[in-house]
């Protein structure tokens, strides 16, 4: 439980108040969702007369009974990850790539990868996809993983070229000084600062990563996304809320869990590396707000060089 | 080539205009969500702090196409005769809220805490300190990272083209079929229009964080 600085401790007449306010809270949430289930449990008269029983009718979810639909689901689930692993690795080494070309020494070559870079991080991924599909001939699974991979990069580029800009100058020139060269020097000294202080934003980058492999829906790849549909054009669209909260609860738990990780990650090794630089990115997404956060035990101001 | 240029302009430019209009409407709307989201999450009301918190985990774990699937699919069993276009507005606005609510948190983060200690001190209240102190001091550094997550949303309004609605994405996807000798060149067209609106917003972006850091 974390005190907040913006208002008081609450007291006795505050905590009843904020308990009503509460309480009212939950009603008005489970009754909203109260409504939602009512509706779609109600049967429904479709437009030429027909009944159709409600959505949570035991005769929408038989299929649930079939292995086939959790084999197809499982399989789904697999070619998603199979694609996310992939690209990630691959979204990783262009990032470095990347970073690498808009840091060197050549103005030429900061200049063609600064624009690659700008083509790269402003077209939608699904185009990207579409676009490695159609010109390449790639075949659905690596359109999926080369766009993927691309685009993600180019975001991965960019959070580790401002990590190595956040580094005090002193830690290049100390390499150059003991007679490292320019390459070396970035290579050895501040590409892996600046690669650990970036990763929770990488990892952060690799959950959105697992979310878009769902575009590559569009070149027909089975993963998770098209199961839904595979399925439904299967079973009949009579089963699409069905196979739609399966999916939907896959994707939580993957998401999630991936999640879960990159916070942990970045509780580990954040804090402690992003010095005070003005810079210095700060983590997004980790409880409470500095402003309004009393200082706890992770929050305590950053700790001396070691 | 050039004749398959002339030819997809129209459709293009459709798509175009829908794609701004898709990126207007659920801009706003996720900004005004994202705002009330954001500050339910420094609320002092526990419930609407938790509430705020699920929504922006749910929603921030479930790729867009799920979230639009499930405006196009439930939404219509719920009672609304809602077309595809309002729908995908939803369902955009409703994935893009809890980004903005994050922008908006990590300005907030961004100011010193003995700011907030500050006015708290000499006897400001919540709603005080928030809207005099903490949020004007905020507001600066959250405009680049809220800009970023316009240009997500830009990219992102490609997907509503799956589901049927004219924007620009759908437009390129059957001008690849009307034009099959000139796909590279339809592709990079389509390409070239989503960066009209994506590199000034980056450009601005950019040159607002500039002037951030110089102040602070």
């Known amino acids: 439980m974390s005190l907040s600085v913006l208002y008081d401790a609450p007291g006795p007449k505050t905590r009843r108040r ?13 009754a909203f969702f109260f409504w939602m289930y009512l509706t779609l449990a109600a ?63 050549f103005a030429a070559v900061r200049g063609i990868t600064g624009v690659i870079l700008e ?44 990590g190595v800009k956040s580094l005090p100058r002193g830690q290049r020139e100390a390499g150059l000084a003991v007679g490292l060269t320019p390459i070396k020097a970035w290579a050895f000294i501040e590409f892996p600062q600046a690669f650990r202080q970036m990763l929770p934003i990488i990892l952060a980058q690799l959950v959105v990563l697992l979310k878009d492999t769902s575009l590559a829906f569009i070149v027909s790849y089975p993963e998770l996304a098209r199961t839904i549909g595979n399925n439904r054009n299967f079973f009949g669209s009579r089963y699409m809320f069905t196979l739609f909260a399966i999916g939907l609860v896959i994707y939580l738990v993957l998401n999630l869990t991936m999640s879960w990780i990159a916070r942990f990650v970045a509780r580990r090794s954040g804090p402690r590396l992003g010095k005070a630089l003005p810079n210095t990115p700060r983590q997004i997404g980790v409880d409470g707000t500095r402003a309004i956060t009393l200082p706890g035990p992770g929050y305590g101001p950053p700790d001396p060089p070691h | 080539m050039i004749d398959a240029i002339i ?29 009330l989201i954001a500050t339910m999450r420094i609320s002092p009301v526990p419930s609407l702090r938790m509430f705020a918190t699920v929504y922006t985990e749910v929603l921030r774990n479930v790729p ?99 589901f049927f609605v004219d924007e620009l994405f759908k437009q390129t996807d059957a001008a690849t079929r009307d034009h099959p000798d000139s796909v590279i060149l339809v592709l990079i067209y389509a390409a070239f229009l989503y960066l009209v609106i994506t590199v000034p917003l980056g450009l601005i972006a950019g040159a607002i964080e500039k002037k951030v850091v110089v102040m602070r």
């Open chain 2, 64 to 162: 867009l196409l799920l979230v639009l699937m499930f405006c196009a699919l439930v939404i219509p069993i719920l009672g609304s005769d809602l077309d595809y276009y309002p729908l995908a507005l939803i369902g955009l606005t409703a994935y893009t809220s809890p980004f903005v609510a994050e922008a908006i948190r990590s300005g907030f983060n961004g100011v010193p805490v003995g700011q907030a200690e500050a006015a708290r001190s000499v006897g400001m209240g919540f709603a005080q300190t928030v809207t005099l102190v903490v949020l004007p001091q905020a507001a600066r550094m959250v405009v680049p990272p809220l800009i970023n997550v316009f240009i997500a949303l830009t990219k992102n309004t490609s997907v509503a083209g799956i």
């Open chain 1, 18 to 30: 904020s308990m009503i306010a509460s309480i009212i809270g939950v009603i008005l949430i489970v």
């Open chain 2, 7 to 35: 030819d997809v302009s129209p459709a293009y430019f459709a798509g175009f205009v829908m794609t701004l209009q898709l990126l207007a409407i659920s801009g706003v709307g996720a900004f005004v969500v994202g705002v």
């Open chain 1, 43 to 105: 049967p429904r008269v479709n437009a030429n007369g027909a009944i159709q029983p409600g959505t949570f009718d035991p005769s929408r979810w038989d299929i649930l009974a079939l292995p086939d639909v959790w084999i197809s689901f499982g399989i789904g689930t697999l070619n998603t990850l199979r694609m996310a692993a992939v690209a990630a690795a691959l979204a990783v080494l262009i990032g470095i790539l990347f970073s690498f070309g808009r840091t060197s020494r």
């Open chain 1, 119 to 162: 083509f790269v991080r402003g077209i939608p991924v699904l185009l990207m996809i579409f676009f490695v599909f159609l010109v390449f001939a790639a075949g659905s699974y690596w359109s999926g993983v080369f766009g993927l991979a691309l685009y993600n990069g180019a975001i991965i580029g960019e959070a580790l070229r401002a």
